[in-house]
């Protein structure tokens, strides 16, 4: 079995938040309903997951350590494998078995140190994904491993119907506009990934406010209506997929008003295949930033967690008192 190369490593991994195109990743709909091509225009937040691995030789067992949940696992492989609906305990029992590392003395902490809710929609399980394997795939000298695409089989062996968008979002950074197609919808093309120092990435973020409502994200219900709805018209993809095309060609170009138009419609679409797309309470706080002129759509899947609202900067802190008299905090 391989052993470790490394003592010690830390990565940091950011949340993100969808501006367009959200649910149209998902390749199980775009191949069962023969949809050209999914897209998604997203933007990785200053607001970041902190993975620390390293190795004990003091010690036999694995430790993984969440001190956001207040968690922590310990025992070895078999005791991660029992962890049945733990993200990250299934990436690092997969990891450590395909590559056959020695695992004796593994130690993992996982934080945001508080910044990031559970169930946000900020995607923040996916890249915990990625930033373990990049972590792990450090300290073991394990290289050329694409992170995105091994957590997404980890998660998708879990049982999990979810699209690729938030792996890239954590693994490029930055703003991207990704093309999901291909043979099976497997395919990932980046078309275009601006970098947290790009002056159009600057000025998305600082027309950007992400607030969490106070409620974790609830998809039960939701999904299911979701998925009747699609089977009733499946063109509902194409149009999503268009309206993060349009967001994008908006970003080019600084076209506040096309991009507003497009996350708009995009919330309007995802609406219609359920109404608790929007819980009550971001319903009430999505009338707040209306009334500020603000475009708005739920974060990630939508039922609770964050919204992203997009608009004047000048009018954020205005936005941001008022929203806090709701509930729930300013995550950006």
Known sequence: MKSAVKKETKIDVPVRADIAGGTSDIAYYLDKYEIKYGAVVNIALPVR????????????????????????????????????????????????????????GLNVKITSKGAVPPASGL???????????????????????????????????????????????????GLNYIIFSGPDKSLVT??????????????VLEKSVIYYT??????????????????????????IAQDADRAFKGIRVKNEEMIAESINSDRIRHLK???????????????VGEELGYAHRGCGAGG??????????????????KLNKLGGFKIY
């Open 123 to 173: 995607g923040t399980s996916s890249a915990i994904g990625v930033g373990l394997v990049r972590a792990l795939s450090e300290i073991y000298g394990v290289y050329g491993i694409n992170p995105c695409e091994f957590s997404y089989l980890v998660e998708t062996s879990m049982g999990m119907l979810g699209g690729k968008q938030d792996y890239y979002a954590a693994w490029l950074e």
């Open 273 to 287: 295949l359920s109404p608790l797309y929007y819980s009550k309470s971001m319903t009430l706080m999505a009338k």
């Open 190 to 203: 980046v078309k275009r990934n601006y970098p947290s120092e790009h002056k159009l990435y600057r000025w």
């Open 214 to 239: 106070g409620e974790s994200r609830s998809s039960g219900k939701m999904n299911e209506q979701f998925q009747e709805n699609i089977k009733k018209d499946p063109s509902v993809f194409s149009k």
């Open 304 to 321: 609770g967690g964050c919204i992203l609202f997009f608009g004047d900067k000048k009018n954020h802190d205005i936005l941001t008192k």
């Open 49 to 104: 997951i902190e993975i620390t691995v390293s190795i004990d030789e003091s010690s036999d067992e694995i430790r993984v350590t969440m001190p956001d949940l207040n968690e922590t696992i310990k025992g070895d492989i078999s005791d991660l494998e029992k962890q049945e609906e733990n993200n990250a305990c299934q990436i690092i029992k997969n990891f450590l078995r395909f590559f056959a590392l020695n695992s004796k």
